[in-house]
């Protein structure tokens, strides 16, 4: 998919930032500085404004609103009046908020602002995808790391599958349910049901599990790229992200010097492919037998035997949810070794997210030298974290 972005002429901007200015009539700059500080009330209005950042990129930036910077617990401030009322709209350590004497008067020019800036955040979508635009072409994000979670989901499935798979008894996908019911007088007859075993639901959840270990690497695979210094902007990361998981693998591993891992590589490549065939492709089975012709043997499966189209009757040897685990636990442990020891320290354990422009002015490529300095860097980068956090500015 070729991703587009659209990056504005002053022109357009001039002609979105009027578009704005008429969308939040009556709402204007105050004309001197708000007086309320930390003395002014927040509204139960102000609690409906959307994003911080969209009000923020809509006044200060675009309708270039007259603020305040960074003080004590507050990240900015905003004073506006609307029809004579003059309120500040505040980004505070306790979320974004309008800030006034909280008079009925004030409420109620709260919520007049509120609607204001959520017509002007309409009226200037298209300034906002130029702003994303511009940023994704260069180095100043940050990119999310959902790792932890998506790795709990993981080994949450797996303990399970592996817990149900030692109680399996049969490999039977359904088990005899037996029920005595009355019927007239004293007689009694046998009811026989038929219940999916214990075996299918385990395989249910071994599949569940293999598809969270995918999920999980698609995701941890980018951030350790970036941590290398393979992925240096928005865009590559966006390029990478929306690539196969197979593209992901070989930017984050060399797997040309890693014998092993190479193996289980393509251990899991085939198992990647089973599993999108019996679940994301309509459950055909694991090895994609959508149809069969009668024969002289028999009904006989043609299978899906990959991306290219072709159709067989060729047989692949399917899966087993037991041996997929393994060889996701072995591409675990490889994964965390030698020159991506460091990342373990920072994506998993810490679940910090990756800078981008640290993949470029050095700073990954020395915490990256050894877990003492990568230790060294969460310990610097957790406090900027915490403070930021928490607006100790």
Request: no cysteine.
């Amino acid at each position: 998919m070729v991703r587009t972005r659209t990056i504005l002429t002053e022109e357009e901007v001039e002609r979105i930032r009027a578009q704005a200015t008429r969308a939040i009539a009556p709402l204007k700059p105050a004309e001197k500085v708000h007086e309320y500080a930390w003395g002014g009330k927040r509204t139960d209005a102000g609690r409906e404004l959307p994003e911080y950042y969209l009000v923020y990129f809509l006044l200060a930036d675009l309708l270039r609103f007259p603020h305040t910077g960074q003080e004590e617990k507050v990240a900015w401030s905003i004073p506006v009046d609307f029809n004579g009322k003059t309120a500040t709209i505040e980004y505070r350590k306790m979320g974004l908020g309008v800030f006034s004497s909280n008079s009925p008067e004030d409420e109620a020019a709260a919520a007049g602002i509120v609607a204001a800036a959520k017509r002007g955040i309409g009226a200037s979508r298209a300034y906002f995808d130029n702003l994303a635009a511009k940023a994704a072409g260069g180095m100043s994000l940050n990119v999310k790391n959902n790792g932890p979670s998506l790795f709990s989901r993981y080994t949450y499935l797996r303990d399970l599958f592996r817990e149900m798979a030692t109680s399996i008894q049969g490999n039977s996908p359904y088990e005899i349910q037996e029920e005595e019911i009355k019927l007239s007088g004293d007689r009694k007859a046998k009811s026989f049901t038929l219940d999916y075993s214990a075996a299918e639901e385990a395989k249910w959840i071994g599949v569940a599990a293999i598809e969270a270990f995918f999920s999980w690497t698609e995701h941890i695979l980018i951030h350790v790229a970036i941590l290398l210094g393979r992925l240096r902007t928005g865009e590559d990361v966006a390029e990478l992200a929306e690539a196969e998981w197979s593209e992901k693998v070989k930017k984050a591993i060399d797997l040309s010097a890693e014998k092993e891992m190479k193996d289980i590589y393509e251990e899991l490549l085939e198992i990647k492919r089973q599993v999108r065939n019996y679940m994301a492709h309509g459950a055909f089975g694991k090895n994609g037998e959508a149809f069969s012709f009668h024969t002289a043997t028999g009904a006989v499966p043609v299978n899906l035997t990959g991306n290219d189209g072709r159709l067989s009757i060729w047989i692949v040897p399917s899966f087993e949810e037991s041996r997929a685990i393994e060889v996701m636990e072995s591409f675990i442990e490889k994964l965390w070794k030698g020159e991506r020891a460091p990342a373990k320290l920072h994506l998993d354990d810490d679940g910090l997210p990756v800078i981008l422009s640290y993949a470029s002015n050095g700073v990954y490529a020395r915490a990256m030298t050894s877990e003492e300095n990568m230790d060294d860097y969460i310990r610097a980068l957790s406090k900027e974290v915490d403070d930021a956090a928490n607006m100790d500015w």
